[in-house]
């Protein structure tokens, strides 16, 4: 066990889908050699298959007597997708369009079995009752990590100071046990080096008092980070006081650090095209994903919406609107920022 968590907290309510987030990762951390299939964070749409592609039936993580369930190892073509190049060439290049006679669309120059993004917005349902929303993830840098316990060379710790997960990079010999236990499958195996990699909450960052790049440079304001016992910040009171963040999968029992506030759901339209008092989102499905506190969460969502609607006043509405970027992050001691 860790002295202090470090946790992040994200509302599904206002991510966009823009992919911000994604790409401050991806240009900071998992642009070199073997990481160009990496997404230690990624936003997926839900209902769909997810990535890895079937990532929560790929196993992993411990059953009801806390022992290791048994998980796969994704394949890079079919449940990552391998990178692939463009048809620039025939695409732009004069030689391709005077052989076509015109500029043909710009399209993989492979056919690829599965990529990130792959069934982006398309969710579930049908119209006009169709739906979906976005899910953001990344590594949980969980209370009881899979990856941990997995590793035969102890090269995965927790960080005593703030929980964060890590790999040991001289230790790794890339067995890739840790890809198989995790069962939200956010341990990824670097093929040029023969290493596991993972994320690393943006550590140099939060070690500095700056928060990690895919909550900084989010535009929806969607992800708060902060200590679970800093009772005044905003994870804490998001996540201990109101309860309205909720763990994802927390029947994989990892104890996952990352919270999500579920999305509200627009009504359903009956036969004649009228609104009906029904969810769009079926609640099983979200209940599902974070748990059988869903239904509460939501009606205090509704409750405190309505509230701020009215000229009242509401705490979880507005930490959750995050008037100032700066104090979604909470990232020194309580103390400390009380002198500052």
């Given amino acids: 066990m860790s002295k202090r968590q470090l946790a992040m907290v994200i509302d599904l309510n206002k991510c966009l889908g823009c992919q911000t987030c994604t790409m401050a990762c991806k ?18 749409t839900a209902p769909g298959k997810g990535y890895p592609k079937m990532w929560m039936e790929s196993g992993g993580g411990f059953d009801a007597e806390g022992a290791l369930n048994a998980g796969r190892i994704p394949s890079l073509e079919n449940d990552y997708g391998a990178p692939f190049d463009l048809n620039f060439e025939s695409a732009l290049g004069m030689a391709g369009a005077a052989e076509q006679g015109n500029r043909p669309w710009l399209r993989p120059a492979q056919n690829p079995a599965y990529g990130p993004n792959w069934d982006e917005d398309e969710g579930a349902g049908e119209y006009p009752n169709s739906y979906y929303f976005y899910l953001p993830r990344l590594c949980n840098h969980c209370s009881n990590p899979a990856c941990v316990k997995a590793c035969p ?27 198989a236990a995790c069962p939200y499958k956010k341990v990824f195996f ?59 999968r927390e029947d994989f029992g990892t104890q996952p650090n990352v919270y999500y506030v579920p ?21 099983e499905y979200l209940v599902k994903l974070f748990g059988p506190s869903v239904p509460h969460v939501l009606e205090t969502l509704r409750t405190e919406m309505e509230k701020k609607k009215t000229g009242q006043s509401s705490e979880l509405m507005d930490i959750l609107i995050a008037y100032r970027h700066e104090e979604m992050f909470t990232l020194g001691a309580p103390a400390e920022r009380q002198k500052t």
Avoid at 29 to 43: E, L
Avoid at 263 to 283: F, N, V
């Fill in 27 to 44: 240009t900071q951390w998992t642009n070199r050699s073997g990481r160009d299939y990496m997404y230690w964070n990624n936003v997926e």
């Fill in 263 to 283: 999305p509200l759901s627009p009504p359903k339209y009956d036969a004649r095209g009228e609104i009906t008092d029904e969810p769009r989102i079926p609640l």
């Fill in 153 to 179: 060379r102890k090269a995965i710790y927790k960080r005593e100071e703030d929980g964060i997960v890590l790999v040991d990079q001289s230790r790794c010999r890339g067995y890739q046990h840790c890809v």
């Fill in 190 to 248: 670097n093929p040029a080096l023969g290493r596991s990699e993972k994320c690393i909450f943006c550590y140099p960052r939060v070690e500095q008092g700056t928060a990690p790049a895919c909550a900084r440079q989010c535009p929806g304001r969607v992800r708060f980070v902060g200590y679970l016992d800093d009772e005044n910040g905003p994870v804490a009171r998001l996540v201990n006081k109101h309860k309205v963040a909720l763990r994802l």
